[in-house]
């Protein structure tokens, strides 16, 4: 089964409203990895925060990590139109760590719909 | 544009095919990945290279075969694909333990 499970599957929003999506897991983690994917395009790496970090801000961003909850969550604030894109969080599992790589397990994705 | 190339864009081929995808990074990165993504799903770990050597294969059928000739090019080699083979396939690189991924933005293929 996946590692990370998202929520909401997909969430529509005015312009200019914060936008939070939540990411759980199972396992023991390394670290936690938000991406951004716009339709049909490659993911681009928006944070990660790794196990013994608590939250960490870029720019409108916020993620916060709970790891006694195996839980994270992502807060986009004073959301734009160009947010509107999927947004998936990614684990790497402790036990499958390997050297000098990681193998990062994805959630199932929340699609974000800015409305202007 | 991102750092990571991949090509072609976009292929068509038959059940007969054969054909490459090609990944190219030049951030020094040692880590290379080939994702498969279908619609509305997350990208899926096919296979990993670390230091030029294959370090995971995600129990790919053998139709498909990776090759990593230096440091910075990764090819994946396509032969007698079926149609539901047909995706998004992404190429990523990194530096290693908690460091981001560098994707592509992928090559789109349809086998008919």
């Known amino acids: 089964s996946q590692q990370g499970e998202e929520d909401p599957q997909a969430l529509s929003i005015q312009e200019g409203e914060n936008a939070t999506m939540n990411c759980s897991y199972k396992?023991?983690?390394?670290?936690l990895q938000w991406y951004r994917q716009n339709s049909g395009r490659g993911l681009v790496h928006l944070i990660l925060i790794r196990s013994n970090e608590r939250e960490k801000h870029s720019g409108r961003l916020r993620v916060t990590l709970d790891t006694s909850k195996k839980s994270s969550s992502l807060l986009i604030t004073a959301s734009r139109a160009a947010d509107t894109a999927s947004y998936f969080c990614?684990?790497?599992?402790?036990?499958?760590?390997?050297?000098?790589?990681?193998?990062?397990?994805f959630g199932q994705g929340t699609r974000l719909t800015i409305n202007p | 544009d991102t750092e990571v190339t991949q090509t072609p864009k976009h292929l068509v081929m038959g059940m007969t095919n054969k054909k490459s995808l090609k990944c190219e990074q030049h951030?020094?990165?040692?880590?290379m990945y080939w994702y498969k993504q279908k619609a509305k799903k997350p990208p899926e770990l096919m296979f990993v290279y670390s230091y030029e050597k294959l370090s995971i294969n995600e129990s790919v059928p053998s139709r498909f075969s990776p090759e990593c000739p230096n440091s910075s090019l990764l090819n994946l080699h396509l032969h007698a694909l079926q149609p539901e083979d047909s995706a998004l396939y992404l190429c990523?690189?990194?530096?290693?333990?908690?460091?981001?991924?560098?994707f592509g933005n992928g090559t789109r293929l349809t086998v008919t």
């Open positions: 990523a690189s990194s530096q290693g333990h908690n460091s981001p991924l560098h």
């Open positions: 396992t023991s983690i390394n670290n």
């Open positions: 951030m020094g990165h040692r880590a």
């Open positions: 990614a684990t790497e599992v402790i036990r499958l760590l390997i050297q000098g790589a990681q193998k990062l397990v």
